[in-house]
């Protein structure tokens, strides 16, 4: 599992090569959460994977054409489009139905372990418990499930873009991803993205090109993403509202 000297120089000269593993509840989560996370993985060199638990097909303004194989497609082909901008080569979509991700939550964690320990990720990144959304939640929960079962050397970094998580403690900054992640969001056309880009200004977000989640081990976090060459301070929640 997860090594923090992963990354570093090895006995022969070589470096290994991290992988970051992203769980997006819906096929547009990691470009609005972890974004910035991933283009700064991107640049180090990093292996990103993402799963993509739903369909996506309760998603965007067309009421019309919710839960129909038309949607379902479109939106595979927006979050191969948004991920590739940000370094991600492999995705999987497990097509779980959209919004009712919680009526499949033994088999997504079964598939979400054998997962994390065939790709050994070094951070994982997954919605934290303070989201509004139901299948947000219920990722949270798959996630912390095999998180308790695989390594505690694993860094787990939680998001959240619908709701208020007043937990947050850990910054990332990367103003240099900033284009990238408003073109890869932009990527998902079917979606509200006017809105989803008045929220992230809103928060300060993407003016500031950082990204903020919640961590349960603060300093081990900061020190080992620091050492692999991210950009990460705490939280100073004076200068948030
Ligand atoms: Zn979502």
Known sequence: MANHNLGRSTAKGKRKILTLLIFSPHPDDLELSCGLLCHR???LGWRIVEIVLTDGGAGGNDLRVYHT?????KRMIEARYGASRLGVKEIEFWGYADSKLSNDLQPAIKRSLRKLRSCSPAIVAFPNSNDNHADHISTHRIAMSVLKIC????????YCFWGKDHTQNIVLANPAGIITKEAAIKDHESQPIDRY?????EDGSLADGDERYYSRNLDKTILAMSGWGFDVHRLQRQTRV
């Open 197 to 201: 880009l008045h929220k992230l200004r």
């Open 41 to 43: 993985a991107m640049t």
């Open 151 to 158: 390594s505690k050397k694993i860094i787990s970094l939680q």
């Open 69 to 73: 194989e038309k949607l379902r497609q």
